[in-house]
């Protein structure tokens, strides 16, 4: 039987998942504002990077908080899960450009988050091919989800 200090980090109780989500929303908010930074040293327009930005934070502190305390680093894996699944479902205002949109906003991020050493370059590689992949089916499901003429167990069959 391992000992209590041999146990990976366990949030007990709720007071244990609010500080911890505070704590990364901190960590979210300074890695937005670098994010911010390096989007405009890159020449891009203020609308763009507000809607980049807009786009991660939802990422960031909706989703990757919804159902576990994720990092931004961890979060990497989970994009596809995001973009395919849970953004159809839960933003209202889903569609086939707001897809597009936060799947560009993602690339763009966790190059940021590579460029930084935050993830690794063969992480990136494999989202980049994993949206270039997989788009065309996240496209079609939020199409799907979408249509009043489509059964919902049409779109995710249980």
Known sequence: MASSDERPLMLDDESDVD?????????????????????????????????HCSNLDFYLNHFL???????????????????????????????KTTVKANAASLKKFYAFMAERGLVKPEELATLKQQIKDEL???????????????????????
């Open 65 to 95: 908080l919804y159902a576990d305390t994720l990092t931004a680093a961890d979060g990497i894996c989970y994009v596809g899960e995001f973009l395919g699944d849970w953004f159809i479902h839960k933003a209202m205002w889903s569609n």
């Open 136 to 158: 065309p089916d996240w496209l079609g499901a939020v199409e799907r989800y979408n249509d009043p003429d489509v059964d919902f167990e049409d779109v995710w069959p249980i």
């Open 19 to 51: 500080s911890r989500c505070q704590q990364l929303r901190q960590e979210n908010a300074a890695l937005l504002g670098d994010f911010r930074r390096w989007l405009k040293k890159a020449g891009l327009g203020e609308t763009t990077i507000r809607s």
